[in-house]
């Protein structure tokens, strides 16, 4: 059979769609630790959230019991907002900036899943041109044995008749 004068492009083409998979496959891995990285500084944050209502309700229950005076109730009142701001300071910088960098990162995804289909479809368009020319090619054998088993045919026939 003859051989595909395109079979290195396939090999080319087969090879970049699966360095694309696996670009992909190596993007989803980012925005899935990205996300957990998120999920990790909420968590973080909800733990500021309740250490702070705990440190509160301590206070309360001192300053109701008589054991902080005025003094120490707003010293605790200074502490707690405090911790306030570093929540509101936490919540604006850190979440916001992870969820930025997940925005990011699903974009990426989107990008190497646009490449990669791309490449697939370089890849299968290259495929079918093979399957036709292979088709193409077994159409002429048999077109050319025909044509030789109707030569030889022939040409019996024609030494029968002497």
């Given amino acids: 059979m003859a051989q595909y004068r395109l079979q290195v492009l396939i090999d080319l083409r087969e090879r970049a769609k699966v360095e ?3 670009a992909l496959a190596q993007t989803k891995k980012m925005l899935q630790m990205e996300q957990q990285k998120l999920e990790d500084l909420r968590k973080q944050l909800q733990d ?5 209502d705990q440190k509160h309700q301590e206070f309360m229950e001192k300053t109701q019991s008589g054991e902080i005076g005025i003094n120490g109730y707003l010293q605790a009142e200074r502490y707690l907002k405090r ?6 300071e936490f919540e604006e910088t850190e979440i916001k900036e992870q969820e930025k960098r997940i925005v990011f990162a699903e974009q990426e995804v989107e990008w190497a899943f646009e490449e990669m289909l791309a490449a ?3 890849f299968k368009a290259l495929e079918k041109h093979r399957e036709n020319w292979a088709a193409e090619v077994k159409k002429e054998r048999k ?3 025909a044509d030789n088993q109707e030569e030889i045919a022939t040409t019996i026939f024609l030494f ?3």
């Fill in 20 to 22: 694309k998979e696996e």
């Fill in 48 to 52: 500021m959230c309740e250490s702070r």
């Fill in 143 to 145: 077109k050319k044995e």
């Fill in 83 to 88: 911790v306030d701001e570093q929540i509101v």
């Fill in 160 to 162: 029968k008749d002497k």
């Fill in 120 to 122: 697939m479809q370089e």
